[in-house]
């Protein structure tokens, strides 16, 4: 970057192109005419499945045992906002795209608007009475499906039972005494917070506003009402902004080195998050294995039961220009219903399944291992009443990239600034009417 | 004389066409494509309808991307941001570069090739690498330089928004100094010892020298080296998209290059992106050649 190194890899850059072109050519001549043949079983159709989901080829290899006709390649891409969905939106356009992708339910109307989803209506659409309703419906828009729901992240509260223990703090059930946990912990040590901040997370500030009551996105007349900035949301901004205020929070990006650290030696003791966040604080702090535990979310008014969800959840999609898009379909109704790959991928962490019926998904009902880590606590048992108490009116718009780094501009630079953190949100308002009219949208 | 003379003026030289078509049809298709590219697909932008659930279309809106970059406040806000960049980090680059070569190519310069292979190595290291290393270095919770100061009663945070472009420039400087010292050594070797003997003879001491013969005779490698650095300034993309999630002082508009990458990749609208692109292009172009013009004015050899 500051000197002629670009010279150089340019030139790598060149002699690689070189090297790609020839072989490509060469691979041009021997491929070909596998698209449109029949599948049988000695000449399977093949399909790739894109996904971020860590050892969700334990899946993908359980459908290649069990299909003969169809055979599955897993390639990893890097979780979606982070670059998987440019990768796929790019792949759309230069029309040679993976055939199944996993999507956010934040980014079906995203891909929708980019014309990136194939029509699976006719080889799924019978199937949705196999879902929860709610979940089904994220990919269907004007009476198309578009995607078959995989799993939902419904909010929990993990946190560190010893400490809460040891200071003789009882489980926040409500924010008000959140806010007095939070008084108590950093007032035992200065450098102990009871959670960290995410300014950079923005499905997690969404999912904190969602539990408040906000509920942002809704259409009418053929066009959308944005309420960023409604009530709800600003009574959950000044909230955080006390806690902020009163030194209360450490204020840290998740997942970041600094967060790492911090979750293993105890310095942030709670995290609001998915159930799949269980997989990630196993293998993030082993060494604390025993001494965590799960709540539900703290509530607004004593005695109510809301939740809310990590950007709703996970889906997979047919990306538009795939060859085999029948058999793409299928695989992406397998994958997420047939009880043994759920059973898989929700052992690998993929999330609360989407199927209606879950008494077959063994791992639900007992899992030792995981038990083990929070104390022995049947922690699925605090999910499942989450997700149902999730607010499934939620509707996501086109854009949801453009919200999302609006709003972790706004609520960085807020924090940053110090200036109220309800601007922030006033702030993505505008921004998100902004961007979907000049995307030629309608607001009302 | 009388034999370039009579050299045919125009002559059909087919080995001049087989070596040199591979470069162009390369130049061509990996340089100038992509740049037309570029320019084509920034006077264009994908506009929905009604609720957006529909195929989009591309539309022709000719200077319209331009405009939305030019009109986006925290787009001129990167602008200037870099501009900024470039007023610490060429000077900084540039003085340190030549006060390393001119130290290690002096006359008591002790062990010169084992420390210029020291300030090299940084410029081995990959810029991602090297971003994610000071960011290591720059957090509290796992920075030992920090922790020690902390300890004695100073507290640093480079990453707070008053300190993170010196720390950004800081990066910079620490992978690519060793690199433009190197240019200024190779220079600075291919001044004739006569001139050294004849100066000493005059009796010249080591600062005259240094002053009215060594620094005239490797201007134009530091001019060079000064070219490189705005242009690799101007680009300045890959330190703040590493310690982004590190500080709340890194938007993700942050330089130009960031704006037009999260424009692509996170936003999707490539064209606004590439209009940005553009822009940043044009500006990298004025600077360059700004600079080239003010120094080889004639007359302007102060030095």
Known sequence: ?444 | MALTASRPKRRFRPALWVLTLPFVIMFALFFIAPIVYAIVDSLFSTKASGLGFGAPEKVFVFLDNYAAALSNPSFVESLGRLLLFSLIEVPLMVVTALGLALLLESARARWPRFFRVLYFVPYGVPGVIAALLWGFLYIPATSPVLQGLAAVGIDVNPLSSSGVLFAIANIALWGFAGYNMLILIAALNAIPSELYEAARIDGASEWSITWNIKLPLVRPSVILVTVFTIIGTLQLFVEPLVLRPLTTAISSDYTPNLAAYNQSFAQGNPSLAAAMAVIVALIGFVFSFGFLRLVNRKGNRAW
């Not at chain 1, 005494?177 to 040590?189: G, M, V």
């Not at chain 1, 969602?210 to 309420?227: E, L």
């Not at chain 1, 083990?372 to 086109?398: L, M, R």
């Open chain 1, 1 to 444: 970057m500051f000197g002629p190194r670009n010279n150089r890899t340019a030139r790598l850059a060149l002699a690689g192109a070189v090297t790609l072109g020839l072989v490509g050519g060469l691979a041009a001549c021997s491929s070909g005419g596998d698209s449109g043949s029949t599948a049988s079983a000695d000449n399977p159709v093949e399909i790739t499945f894109q996904s971020w989901v860590p050892n969700i080829d334990q899946a993908v290899d359980a459908f290649n045992a069990s299909h003969d006709d169809v055979k599955v390649t897993l390639e990893t891409v890097t979780a979606g906002p982070d670059g998987g969905y440019a990768k796929m939106l790019s792949a759309v356009q230069a029309g040679n795209p993976a055939d199944v992708a996993q999507l956010g339910y934040d980014a079906i109307p995203d891909f929708l608007v980019n014309d990136a989803l194939e029509d699976i209506t006719d080889y799924v659409g019978d199937s949705s009475d196999l879902f929860v309703p709610w979940q089904w419906n994220t990919g269907v828009f004007n009476d198309k499906v578009y995607a078959v729901p995989q799993a939902s992240g419904p909010l929990g509260q993990f946190y560190r039972k010893d400490i809460f223990d040891s200071l003789g703090i009882a489980y926040p059930t409500t924010w008000d005494e959140y806010y007095q946990a939070a008084k108590t912990i950093h007032a035992s040590d200065p450098n102990k917070y009871i959670t960290a901040f995410a300014f950079n997370q923005a499905p997690w500030l969404i999912g904190l506003s969602q539990q408040g009551g906000a509920n942002w996105f809704s259409t009418s007349d053929d066009a959308w009402n944005v309420t960023i900035d409604d009530e709800s949301t600003l009574k959950v901004a000044d909230f955080w902004q006390k806690l902020i205020d009163e030194g209360l929070v450490k204020i840290e990006a998740d997942f970041s080195s600094e967060w790492n650290a911090d979750i293993q030696n105890g310095n942030v003791a709670t995290w609001i998050s998915g159930s799949w966040a269980d997989a990630i604080l196993r293998g993030t702090a082993p060494d604390t294995a025993g001494k965590w535990a799960v709540g539900a979310m703290p509530q607004w008014q004593a005695g109510e039961d809301v939740s809310a969800t990590w950007a709703g959840g996970s889906a997979s999609a047919v990306l538009k220009g795939s060859k085999h898009p029948k058999e793409a379909a299928e695989f992406a109704l397998w994958l997420n219903s047939d009880p043994e790959s759920v059973n898989i991928l929700t052992n690998v962490g993929a999330g609360w399944p989407a199927i209606a019926d879950t008494s077959e998904i063994t791992s639900l009902q007992s899992d030792p291992e995981v038990f083990s880590f929070y104390g022995g606590q049947d922690i699925w048992d605090v999910f499942a009443a989450s997700d149902a108490a999730v607010d499934t009116s939620w509707k996501w718009p086109p854009l949801s990239s453009t919200l999302f780094s609006s709003l972790t501009d706004n609520v960085k630079s807020a924090v940053e600034g110090g200036t109220p953190l309800t601007d922030a949100y006033t702030k993505t308002q505008d921004d998100m009417v902004a961007a979907l009219k000049a995307k030629g949208i309608s607001v009302n």
